[in-house]
């Protein structure tokens, strides 16, 4: 087996403890790596019942088989733990030299335990692994780190790094990786920041070893040719996500006022074809052919990279229709280190709480100055704030009113209205870290293929989605956007990974590896919530409740009942009992034999 290195390094913070694990191929056959080693380290390793963000929570830094290899956007790393957001499983894929530095360094992953009791950096230089302080840097913004950081260790290393968020334990903190690439939404950058974690840095000098390295260079080669000669290849790059904002006006998708519409009247200020105007320079992961990272200056004449999604929940979503005022919230999100889509989502329930009187805010729908000040003021933790940085599921609980709260088992919902599309609320409701689009964004099919249906072929695209994206993207680790976005066929992928590991895996191998974990997150899931029942993969009540009233949609909601039936198809076709627990024999056909104990207690038909 080649290309995995099939070293991990286990760092344990509270002893100063760095060790190597040889860990078996097995392993590497059965989850491939990122999201698959995470989850089974979770499994193996975390003590069930664990504080999100005391020492015993472990922090997981994966690659996979594919990352850092020449060929299409194979610059990612993955980051996980258990989520002081949503207690369960939480993980996060960002672009970053980080992922090309920890291969070359030759780990295939890093799990961290433990917390330092002073602020400090993990420092990984090839086999070696140290921790240096970081007091002078605690307190300072993400970019200004990573400016020090470079100063320090120099620009041949991969950084990932929290802000003020991160350290002041928001719980829906993410990790930033560069200025404007940050990940990790289920506030894995608060889990750093609960172990004085100010950052990590990697340098590597080695190479992975593949199994036949010109095979793999012509199939990779090749993948990267077609990729350019897409014919939506010259779009992309004009407007990369951002021409979303159009698409999701025009289908009535597009979250606004706390995805109470589908459309937004000044969209047009906010979406693609502005940003294309007043675009200043296009940014991009490592070793990224596509690139995505389209740049403005901001109303406060800084640069600000621009995704749809940050577009949608921090515009339409709190009522700003001017894009160089998102661009100014964008820009400190990433400074901070928040999430801009649990962000987004929180700010729209409390604009909403305040505006129905339940809560005391400073701030109405649209006003750009006082939002500003409310993210810094959620940040520091202070004033309103310290309860903002809970997150919406929280938040909604102490104020009384859930029923408009956004979110899916604690995690807020990603752009994307559902009021009138049920497959995509599908998505949401069985994504495995909670509600994000990452594992199956189903919407521009179901949009295409009749959006009230509530049938089965739509519950065997969801999973077909979650297969390919949740599973093969995120344990591989490479990008997603040239399959998704440009239409790269997968059996690139699948020739690319054989040449270099020297397997021969099918798609069909990759969907059974996919199922494998999505089964053992799910029990991961059930473990710390003590059983399951189908209200906790149940979207927000909003969308069945109240109905659209603006735009051609105007009248559209969620029916609970066939919702709740194509939830039970969805587990039917996975294997699952009707509560949502994995079966026995399903994970006895998928080698998870010790986890069959845990599901004969919960998976009883209820
Ligand atoms: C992802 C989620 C997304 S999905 C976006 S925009 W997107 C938001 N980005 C944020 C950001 O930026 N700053 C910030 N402070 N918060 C943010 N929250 C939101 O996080 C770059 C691209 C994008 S842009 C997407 S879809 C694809 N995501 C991939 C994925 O998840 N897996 C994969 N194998 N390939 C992917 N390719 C694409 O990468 P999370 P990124 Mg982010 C600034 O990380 O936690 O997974 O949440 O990672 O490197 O910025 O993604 O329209």
Redesign the pocket.
Known sequence: MYSWSKRILWVDLSRGEFREWRYPGEMAKMFLGGRGFAAKILWDHLKPGTDPLSPDNLFVVAVGALTALPGP?TG?VVVAAKSPLTGGYG??????WASIHLRAAGWDAVVIKGALEKPGVLVIEDDKARIDSAEDLWGLDAFTTHDKLTERYGKNAGFLIIGPAGENLVRYA?V??QK??????PG?GAVMGSKKLKAIVVKGTKRPELFDPDKYMKFAREAIRETKSSPNYDFWMRQG?MM?IEWSQNASVLPTYNFREGVFDDYERIGGNYMEKIKVEVRS?PYCVMS?GHTIKDSEGQKS?L????VAMLGSNIGIGRLEDVGVL?RL??ML?????SLGNTLGYALEAAERGKLELDARWGEFRKIRKLIEDIAYRRGVGNLLAEGVKRVSEKVGETWYAMHVKGLEI?AYDCHAAPGMALAYATSPIGA???DAWVISWEVQHGRFNYDRPKVQKVIEQQRI?GGF??SA?????PWIELGLSLDHYVRMFNAATGLSYTLDDFFTVADRIYALIRMIWIREMDGWSIEMDMPPERWFKEPLTKGPLKGAKLDKDKFIEMLKMYYEERGWASNGVPKPETLKKLGLDDAVPLAEKYAAEK
């Open positions: 956007n990612k993980d996060g894929n960002i672009g970053s993410t930033v990786a404007g690439r940050s990940g990790g939404r894995m996500t979303t992961c995505c990279e995704d749809y999604e940050n964008n999100a990433d280190g928040l999430d801009t889509i990603s994000h689009h990452k994206r993207f995120e680790v490479a990008c997603r956007f």
